[in-house]
């Protein structure tokens, strides 16, 4: 275990208010070694019942979801909309430099707990807020999910078959990913500017305006400059009479792989030479013209001639055979990994990239992904699993603050915590 003098954020505490929207953060800033308090309500966080669960059976204690986005975190349970759960809050706040929530604008101004609340109690607190809008704007009050957020902001516009509706690009939460790390770049950022003018202040992260930020690269400029919308399938930048694949099927699996227009940027030619020494080109494919000004322009029938045979050429190797020879040829071809793909990756596993977790109460150790960064003057690194509900309110209640057994007996009757 890394020890808290060593870490990056070791002095620092954070309380974590959020749901499935900030749990990332509050991860992100734990393994950086912050002492990262999650407060549930009695009972238990919503989020204890989003699967998949361990060994398939639904139990708050269970959620593989919960165990991969709280790692590193210790955890109580609390209500804050009680009177004595906001004066035990306050207490916490004294001590503490982020808090971090994801409640819809003006929840905690309405608790007395909001930014003007707590910056009376500490005045360098730094309070990250995640909702799905931002604190401003028309859109403020509106809730979202997953798949609004991906939706509103372009990035489902490019997912699935040119000729189906948009889809979602998986099964994980990605707009609340990309939220929760915006939300810890802020809160780090906000603290470097702490340790210059001493205040803190409020984060505010809207989970629309991250997934928005992820379409900068290329389909806004391609708007922005052409006036042209990038097409789902393929299309390149401008309006194009074919549609290219992106992704090839192969003896075990899939390849990403696509022909592109620009040959300084993608070269498509390494491909064919590849093909020609094996025997699997054609005429067509041989002596296409890649910089071809009108490459866009090429009809569907004369692409398939070109795309036709090169999936035939993948087909007849594995994704390992691909690799390889992509590697000696110098081609831009990239295996599309399965799970065990990964588990078994020689780079992970050369850079010690999975971690066994145990998990005592389960009697059993996890593997986990390792830490989002390695650096080596301020090791980051998972300190412990997720907590059971309630798991430290003895070591934090009694412990840190002073209260008696019995007075936690009473906030216990009494559904504070």
Known sequence: MVSKNESMLGPYRVLDLTDEKGLLCGK??????????????????????IGPFYHDEPHPEKSLFWFAMNTSKRGITLDIET?????????????????????????LDKLGLGYKDLEKINPGIILVSITPFGQTGPYKDWKTSDIVAWAMAGEMYMWG???????????????????????????????????????GQQVDISVYESCVQIDTSNRLPAWQMRGTVARRGGGGMGPAKHVSRKMYRCKDGWVNWSYRANPAVWPSKPLVNWMEAEGASTPYVSNFDFARPDFN????????????????????????????????WGVMLYPVSTTADMMGNPQLIAR???????????????????????????????SRRAPLIGEHNAEIYEKELGYS??????????GII
């Open 161 to 199: 078959e040119a000729s189906d509706p948009p889809v979602r690009i998986s099964g994980a939460s990605q707009a609340y990913m990309c939220a929760g790390a915006d939300g810890c770049m802020g809160a780090v950022t906000a603290l470097l500017h702490r340790s210059i003018s001493g205040e």
């Open 28 to 49: 992100m800033l734990g393994d950086m070694g912050a002492d990262v308090i999650k407060v549930e309500k009695p009972g238990g966080d919503l989020a204890r019942s």
């Open 297 to 328: 322009q090429v009809l569907q029938d004369e692409w398939n001639q070109l795309e036709e045979p090169t999936a035939k050429f993948f087909m007849s190797k594995t994704k390992a055979e691909l690799l390889d020879g992509a590697i000696k």
């Open 352 to 382: 010690d990239f999975w971690k066994q977790i145990k998990h005592t109460e389960l009697k059993t150790t996890i593997t986990y992904p390792g830490p989002f960064v390695i650096a080596s003057g301020s090791p980051v690194a998972i």
């Open 83 to 107: 009177a004595d759960g906001k004066a035990l809050f306050k207490t916490l706040v004294k001590t503490t430099d982020f808090v971090i929530e994801s409640e819809q604008p003006g929840y």
């Open 405 to 414: 057994k019995e007075q936690l007996a009473v906030l216990k009757e009494g």
